[in-house]
């Protein structure tokens, strides 16, 4: 390579690098904007779901302590939606339909499910209706959850591992089941 060659691939290779790290940087957020197609600050996708850590979680208007409780969640792995989010706050759908904002540090990555039914649910030894009942989860129980394929998720609850209709548990929609343009409460 001569001289100027490559004193010229030397001008280049700053503004190609950079050029490269935010090519990067936007394919890499392409699934993790919120709505209004604003970047999440995490870096993950919303929605997304994630449970409550604790036995009792406090559910505010808004992302800060400032904020007036709503209520309290009493009810330790329940399954939430995350629609929105700040660094330090997650915008939360609920079982009910309810939108709140709770704290980073009382959620979970966990995965559950929750029966919303009031009759109990089947938990089967496969993928099928015709499988035979391994076990029934109880109404308003929270199970964790394995996996999902096929419209079917394995759930696990101490020792006993089968599966459930995705479509007849809490926690296992892909889209958003709120709208994050509306206000806490």
């Given at each position: 390579?001569?001289?100027?060659?490559?004193?010229?691939f030397k001008?280049?290779?700053?503004?190609?690098?950079?050029?490269?790290?935010?090519?990067?940087?936007?394919?890499?957020?392409?699934?993790?904007?919120?709505?209004?197609?604003?970047?999440?600050?995490?870096?993950?996708?919303?929605?997304?779901?994630?449970?409550?850590?604790?036995?009792?979680?406090?559910?505010?208007?808004?992302?800060?302590?400032?904020?007036?409780?709503?209520?309290?969640?009493?009810?330790?792995?329940?399954?939430?939606?995350?629609?929105?989010?700040?660094?330090?706050?997650?915008?939360?759908?609920?079982?009910?339909?309810?939108?709140?904002?709770?704290?980073?540090?009382?959620?979970?990555?966990?995965?559950?499910?929750?029966?919303?039914?009031?009759?109990?649910?089947?938990?089967?030894?496969?993928?099928?209706?015709?499988?035979?009942?391994?076990?029934?989860?109880?109404?308003?129980?929270?199970?964790?959850?394995?996996?999902?394929?096929?419209g079917w998720?394995?759930?696990?609850?101490?020792?006993?591992?089968?599966?459930?209709?995705?479509?007849?548990?809490?926690?296992?929609?892909?889209?958003?089941?709120?709208?994050?343009?509306?206000?806490?409460?």
């Amino acid at each position: 390579m001569s001289s100027k060659a490559a004193a010229s691939f030397k001008s280049l290779r700053r503004p190609l690098t950079v050029a490269l790290v935010v090519a990067g940087a936007v394919l890499a957020s392409a699934g993790t904007v919120m709505p209004g197609d604003r970047p999440t600050p995490t870096g993950l996708e919303v929605p997304r779901w994630i449970s409550l850590k604790s036995d009792t979680v406090s559910a505010r208007q808004g992302p800060g302590m400032d904020y007036r409780i709503l209520w309290q969640y009493r009810a330790k792995h329940l399954p939430v939606q995350v629609i929105a989010e700040t660094r330090e706050w997650r915008k939360i759908c609920d079982p009910d339909g309810s939108i709140a904002w709770i704290h980073r540090t009382v959620a979970s990555g966990r995965r559950s499910v929750f029966n919303p039914e009031t009759t109990e649910l089947g938990v089967r030894t496969g993928r099928s209706d015709m499988a035979s009942l391994r076990a029934r989860l109880q109404p308003r129980s929270i199970v964790a959850l394995d996996s999902c394929k096929d419209g079917w998720c394995r759930v696990q609850a101490r020792k006993v591992r089968g599966w459930v209709r995705a479509d007849s548990v809490f926690g296992t929609a892909e889209r958003p089941l709120c709208d994050a343009r509306r206000a806490a409460g």
